[in-house]
């Protein structure tokens, strides 16, 4: 069964960087895929999509901070944070587009925990 699996997420203080990845090898090809964040209590929001060309988009609050990558030999999805700030905190996910970017079918990983302290 296809799962996605992130990594890199911890506790940094305002001004780091951290750098998430998200495994997707499990997945047979390397279709548009993405990065939302959630805090508890609100809903998902998204923060950064590449499409199959490499192709990118971002929320505006954080372009300019953040870079979306993807090695598509080993399938590995990427998201570097620079500039981090405490309204970053977040559970940060990784998601699969089975369409286009921001189609509704689209699988989900459990989530790695992002801490930003000021």
């Known amino acids: 069964q296809a799962q996605l699996v992130e990594s890199g997420g911890g506790s940094v203080q305002s001004g780091g960087s951290l750098r998430l990845s998200c495994d997707a090898s499990t997945y047979p090809g390397n279709d548009c895929m993405g990065w939302y964040r959630q805090v508890p209590g609100a809903e998902r929001e998204w923060v950064a999509t590449?499409?199959?060309?490499?192709?990118?988009t971002y929320k505006p609050f954080v372009k300019g901070r953040f870079t979306i990558t993807r090695d598509k030999v080993k399938k590995i999805l990427s998201l570097q944070m620079n500039n981090l700030k405490p309204e970053d905190t977040a559970m940060y996910h990784c998601?699969?587009?089975?369409?286009?970017?921001?189609?509704?079918?689209?699988?989900w990983g459990k989530g790695t925990q992002v801490t930003v302290s000021s």
């Open positions: 590449i499409d199959r060309n490499g192709r990118t």
């Open positions: 998601t699969y587009f089975w369409g286009p970017c921001g189609d509704d079918f689209k699988d």
